[in-house]
């Protein structure tokens, strides 16, 4: 008993290092902006959950320790660059920003800004989050209208589903009313209800993400044409770190499926720290050798395997479908092999981009204007 508690412990530890070696690396430094990938930002009132938010997604904190989480008093900077596509920063905001405070550069902030997700607690009363909200989004689109705004309905574990969607009905109409009273009514807001305690976080969180991708358009594609030559139901492709599904075919998404999917995960990574790593500890979770396979009671069969380092395809087949199995991995290799080729010319991009702005920085004119480098 001891001993199986022990090698569960370990097990447990090795999977926090490997979740530490793959998620967020910087810490405070990082200035963010197009090279370093889109920054999203997590703001709204005190107390509303976003550092919560921002633990449970990308840190593996479990729900319950976010009780003991202190208020944040400055921009916290994390870099998630634990995937080929899932590359960004999330800056968390303390409750109280002051726009009026001349230190609060908010232009250089929303200038470099992909996603303002707001947090609105459903469980509190909420005007002054939505006046909040406005003035927020207000200033955002006035410096970049091409901000994605999101905004978390937050803590709906403790709402009844009733209250779920009437709340949820209210806060659209009274932020969009407030919105075409001002004559913004161009501004686009998205809403999800949203709960640390089960997986609408990750499901809503996927969603911010999947609009800063620009190869979306192209993984939906292959998705598509994947499953429609496989028989197979449906395809999610996940960041196995954060859970974050980064693409999905064009059929419609259930809670549930989703819901398995992240289940299926986490126990692959569990098993394989139990029992898949060398005797000394060493050798990772995850890697080219991955894959899982498992027969639900509804003839549906729940099918993982590796697609990169950092990423997983999950798909659901009929028993009989996958009774061509052959089929399914043949065209599954192929559709790796597309997938790594799309990763290949982002990395370019990303170099080059990252080449280009090196080159202008050093371009720069010194103050008495001699420039660094020879022109
Ligand atoms: N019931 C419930 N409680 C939550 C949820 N998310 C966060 N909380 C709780 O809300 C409280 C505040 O969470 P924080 O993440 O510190 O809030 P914050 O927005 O970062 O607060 P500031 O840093 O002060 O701006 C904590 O006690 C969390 O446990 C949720 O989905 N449901
Ligand atoms: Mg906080």
């Given at each position: 008993?001891?001993?199986?508690?022990?090698?569960?412990?370990?097990?447990?530890?090795?999977?926090?290092?490997?979740?530490?070696?793959?998620?967020?690396?910087?810490?405070g430094?990082s200035?963010?902006?197009?090279?370093?990938g889109?920054?999203?930002?997590l703001?709204?009132?005190?107390?509303?959950?976003?550092?919560?938010?921002?633990?449970?997604?990308?840190?593996?904190?479990?729900?319950?320790?976010?009780?003991f989480l202190?208020?944040?008093?400055?921009?916290?900077?994390?870099?998630?660059?634990?995937?080929?596509f899932?590359?960004?920063?999330?800056?968390?905001?303390?409750?109280?920003?002051?726009?009026?405070?001349?230190?609060?550069?908010?232009?250089?902030?929303f200038?470099?800004?992909g996603?303002?997700?707001?947090?609105?607690?459903?469980?509190?009363?909420?005007?002054?989050?939505?006046?909040?909200?406005?003035?927020?989004?207000?200033?955002?689109?006035?410096?970049n209208?091409?901000?994605?705004?999101?905004?978390?309905?937050?803590k709906?574990?403790?709402?009844?589903?009733?209250?779920?969607?009437?709340?949820?009905?209210?806060?659209?109409?009274?932020?969009?009313?407030?919105l075409?009273?001002?004559?913004?009514?161009?501004?686009?807001?998205?809403?999800?209800?949203?709960?640390?305690?089960?997986?609408?976080?990750?499901?809503?969180?996927s969603?911010?993400?999947?609009?800063?991708?620009?190869?979306?358009?192209?993984?939906?594609?292959?998705?598509?044409?994947?499953?429609?030559?496989?028989?197979?139901?449906?395809?999610?492709?996940?960041d196995?770190?954060?859970?974050?599904?980064?693409?999905?075919?064009?059929?419609?998404?259930?809670?549930?499926?989703?819901?398995?999917?992240?289940?299926?995960?986490?126990?692959?990574?569990?098993?394989?720290?139990?029992?898949?790593?060398?005797?000394?500890?060493?050798?990772?979770?995850?890697?080219?050798?991955?894959?899982?396979?498992?027969?639900?009671?509804?003839?549906?069969?729940?099918y993982?395997?590796?697609?990169?380092?950092?990423?997983?395809?999950?798909?659901?087949?009929?028993?009989?479908?996958?009774?061509?199995?052959?089929?399914?991995d043949?065209?599954?290799?192929?559709?790796?092999?597309?997938?790594?080729?799309?990763?290949?010319?982002?990395?370019?991009?990303?170099?080059?981009?990252?080449?280009?702005?090196?080159?202008?920085?050093?371009k720069?004119?010194?103050?008495?204007?001699?420039?660094?480098?020879?022109?």
């Amino acid at each position: 008993m001891e001993i199986a508690a022990k090698a569960c412990q370990n097990a447990e530890d090795l999977k926090d290092q490997w979740f530490v070696s793959h998620c967020g690396m910087v810490r405070g430094t990082s200035t963010g902006g197009p090279a370093g990938g889109p920054r999203i930002l997590l703001m709204g009132l005190r107390r509303s959950g976003k550092s919560s938010i921002q633990k449970v997604v990308f840190h593996k904190m479990s729900p319950n320790e976010t009780l003991f989480l202190e208020s944040t008093n400055k921009i916290y900077k994390d870099d998630i660059s634990n995937s080929s596509f899932v590359n960004f920063q999330i800056w968390d905001f303390p409750g109280q920003i002051d726009f009026f405070d001349p230190t609060f550069d908010y232009e250089m902030i929303f200038r470099g800004t992909g996603a303002l997700i707001f947090v609105i607690d459903s469980q509190d009363d909420y005007m002054e989050a939505l006046a909040r909200l406005h003035l927020t989004v207000t200033r955002a689109y006035k410096v970049n209208p091409d901000i994605n705004f999101e905004i978390f309905i937050h803590k709906v574990d403790g709402l009844s589903d009733d209250h779920k969607i009437e709340t949820q009905r209210d806060i659209h109409q009274r932020a969009n009313d407030d919105l075409a009273d001002a004559g913004l009514e161009k501004i686009h807001l998205s809403f999800y209800l949203t709960s640390i305690y089960d997986h609408s976080i990750f499901e809503a969180f996927s969603k911010v993400v999947q609009k800063l991708i620009p190869q979306l358009p192209t993984l939906e594609n292959l998705l598509n044409i994947f499953i429609s030559n496989s028989g197979i139901e449906k395809a999610f492709l996940f960041d196995v770190v954060s859970k974050i599904y980064i693409a999905t075919d064009s059929s419609p998404v259930d809670m549930q499926s989703y819901e398995l999917c992240c289940d299926m995960i986490d126990v692959v990574i569990d098993v394989s720290c139990i029992y898949g790593l060398k005797d000394d500890g060493t050798g990772t979770p995850y890697d080219k050798e991955s894959m899982a396979i498992i027969k639900l009671n509804n003839t549906t069969v729940l099918y993982l395997k590796e697609v990169t380092k950092f990423l997983a395809l999950v798909c659901f087949v009929r028993e009989e479908s996958f009774e061509r199995k052959g089929l399914i991995d043949y065209n599954f290799h192929c559709f790796r092999k597309a997938i790594q080729e799309v990763f290949e010319v982002r990395m370019k991009v990303v170099r080059s981009r990252k080449h280009q702005s090196h080159v202008q920085k050093n371009k720069r004119p010194t103050p008495n204007g001699t420039p660094r480098m020879p022109l």
